[in-house]
């Protein structure tokens, strides 16, 4: 059975994570979110439920903005190429609907078929937010919490520079873009 936001909240409060939640008109798409700005202050984020055809599953989590070349994280994460999960497979294994994906659910993935990985470039944002199990609220946590989070949950993540957010991980990364 899936934990509720109220179990979720327990959960943080016994690992003595601070965290804020803000109610809202349910969202389902990284746009509905975009019209919550100023109200919820932190770095906004996308959360990606990939499969590949040996049903290793991954969930991508990376700011809201950043480009994630999904035809070539397979071969980052040394995984065959990725579909996106089914929202059967995403209830099953996350115990979430669409629209509603995010890292905290990793507290349902009791069977750990999850593996989490986490963008670099996210994760130097001190402030993060996530919906807590429903796409009706946003907490936000600290970065460094959402790590104490997970490894609690026994996932720990992977922290990968995944995603191109508007050309700042190619630049990290001491690539050049070229835009024409």
Known sequence: MSATPQELFAFLDSLGIVYR???HPPLF?????????GTIPGAH???LLLRDKHDTVVLAVALEDAVIDLKGLHRQLGATRFSFASAALMRALIGVDPGAVTPFAAINDTAMRVSIVLDATMMAEPVLNYHPLVNTMTTA?????????LEATGHRPRIVAMADAAGRNRE?????????
């Open 172 to 180: 990290h990364r001491g690539e050049m873009r070229i835009e024409g």
């Open 21 to 23: 939640t803000v109610t």
């Open 45 to 47: 984020t996308k959360n």
């Open 141 to 149: 946590l600290a970065s460094a919490d959402l790590v104490k989070f």
């Open 29 to 37: 798409t990284v746009a509905d979110s975009q019209k919550l700005r």
